[in-house]
């Protein structure tokens, strides 16, 4: 395969545009594509605006017909919405129009690479490239691949991701891969967890505890409520419902009922003023918009809380031991690698495992499992049981 040298984003919103930006800074050509010329001349304003000196601004270009952008293109990446139709019909259109040796990629950070693949009829050369937001700060690239990817096309994809210095966790095609696969059952688990618990002190207080215990004990960078309410309950939501669907409505993955209430409400996090917390405005720094209770106070966090995190631990440790189990990373480094790049959490959770201590965690997730009757999301993984040799080393080091 040739290098990667002409790239083409298909996309002019926050994360094309965001993606464009990165991979122009490091002198590469790139195209900006959108059908919404407003907002393409706008984002593309943005990039040349906040461009370095040294960059040179005559490799950013955009463009709203289709075949024009897609002229001497190695690399199309696509940025649009999460529509798996929409996706299909745009690369059968792309792949009636680019040249024979131009690379395909997706930014989907959930649906079917393998049916979007299918659908531009050069599968050979379609991979997933999912870049995280912001792409100008987050390093990691989930590169997903399935099994028709031509090899060629993997390593010119390596490459080109390495010249951009970005970092590239592979990993087989899956719904929510491997950072959303794991996160979003845990956002989905504290819900049913603020459920059970809000009872007797009410939602919002029983949240800023979980919240605290979380934050406090270092598990996650940001409570799960706090982190729900910034990425937006309403694209929790629908991603949940992806890999829901994906994994044929297993119970596993089944949404919270709480979590539903909330989208049903319309409570969508700062963006909109109410989320599992009141917002005064839709800003996403914490500092200009913090959490507000029901009267409108700031939430202060409590100096002690009796919630027991090995309820969430244990959770984001049974996932990362099935997504291992399911072949969809070559090694269990691969996941420590991604969920600390990728969510920025102070560690991963096989090293959150052994810090915690295995039999503990595995103890406790049996509990969870035999007091809720045996529900399908606390049951654990057989490797989580019946640890492979390089894991059996790693946790006996």
Same mark, same amino acid.
């Given at each position: ?58 490799? $950013?270009?955009? #463009? ?6 897609? /002229?001497?293109?190695?690399?199309? %990446? +696509?940025?649009?919405? @999460? ?103 845990? $956002?989905?688990? #504290? ?6 618990? /809000?009872?007797?002190?009410?939602? %919002? +207080?029983?949240?800023? @505890? ?125 996941? @420590? ?49 019946g640890l492979t040799e390089d894991l059996k080393k790693f946790f006996n080091k």
């Amino acid at each position: 395969m040739n290098e990667i040298k002409n790239i083409t984003i298909i996309g002019s919103g926050i994360m094309g545009a965001g993606i464009a930006h990165s991979i122009f800074k490091y002198g590469l050509d790139v195209t900006l594509y959108d059908l919404n010329a407003e907002e393409l001349k706008s984002s593309y304003n943005t990039i040349k605006s906040k461009a370095r000196k040294k960059m040179d601004p005559h490799k $950013i270009h955009m #463009a709203t017909d289709l075949e024009t952008a897609l /002229m001497n293109c190695d690399l199309v %990446i +696509e940025a649009i919405y @999460e529509d798996l139709q929409v996706k299909c019909e745009l690369f059968k259109k792309i792949g009636k129009l680019a040249d024979e040796s131009t690379i395909f990629a997706t930014n989907t950070s959930s649906l079917s690479i393998t049916k979007i693949a299918q659908a531009s009829g050069r599968p050979g050369q379609f991979l997933g490239l999912h870049f995280f937001n912001p792409p100008l700060i987050m390093r990691l690239v989930e590169m997903v691949i399935h099994e028709g990817l031509n090899p060629p096309v993997l390593q010119s994809a390596k490459t080109f991701i390495s010249a951009i210095k970005k970092q590239a966790v592979i990993c087989r095609d899956s719904p929510g891969f491997i950072v959303n696969r794991i996160l979003l059952p845990v $956002i989905n688990e #504290a819900f049913y967890i603020l459920e059970k618990q /809000m009872i007797n002190r009410g939602e %919002i +207080e029983t949240a800023n @505890e979980i919240d605290t215990a979380i934050v406090s004990e270092e598990i996650l960078l940001m409570g799960p409520y706090n982190l729900a309410d910034l990425t937006g309950i309403d694209t929790i939501f629908h991603v949940s419902n992806i890999i829901y669907e994906g994994f044929q409505k297993n119970p596993r993955y089944k949404r919270s009922p709480l979590l539903e209430k909330h989208f049903a409400a319309g409570h969508y996090g700062r963006k909109c003023g109410r989320g599992v917390y009141y917002y005064g405005n839709n800003a996403n720094d914490p500092d200009i918009n913090p959490p507000l209770d029901e009267k409108g106070e700031r939430i202060v966090p409590p100096d002690t809380t009796d919630f027991d995190t090995l309820d969430l631990i244990s959770v984001i440790i049974n996932e990362s031991f099935r997504v291992v189990e399911e072949g969809i990373v070559e090694d269990y480094n691969d996941i @420590e690698l991604a969920m600390e790049l990728g969510t920025r959490w102070p560690r991963g959770p096989f090293r959150m495992a052994k810090e915690t201590g295995l039999h503990v965690v595995l103890k406790h997730l049996i509990q969870l499992y035999e007091q809720s009757g045996n529900q399908p999301r606390y049951e654990p993984s057989s490797l989580f049981t019946g640890l492979t040799e390089d894991l059996k080393k790693f946790f006996n080091k």
